[in-house]
């Protein structure tokens, strides 16, 4: 498999897990892909800091607010040959309370 098929593939993949589509790479988009509640941003990576995530999930926010999407991050260690990892979904606080309200104590019960 090349390099590339990889990462194209991860994007397909994060694109269908969301019911959207895949922006060509040349498109010039900040984006990877889009569905009708949600755009993202595609990270295959060997290491990745916190802090790179965290910068990453922000931008993704801040671009899915004009949209009136949430934005969020998928992104998956790439191990080597024969040595998956699953794709992990990131995204802010105020994205996660954007899709799900925020969570009360009767919830519980």
Known sequence: ???NYGWKQFEREAARLFGGRRFPANSGAAIDFESAGFIGQCKLVKT???EALTQLA????????PRNKTGVVCVKVRRGRGRGSPMLVVCTAQMWEQLNGTATLSDLS
Do not use: P
Request: no cysteine; glycine share 8%; aromatic share 0%.
């Open 48 to 50: 990745l800091s916190l």
């Open 1 to 3: 498999m090349s390099t």
């Open 58 to 65: 922000e931008q993704a926010a801040q671009l899915g607010i």
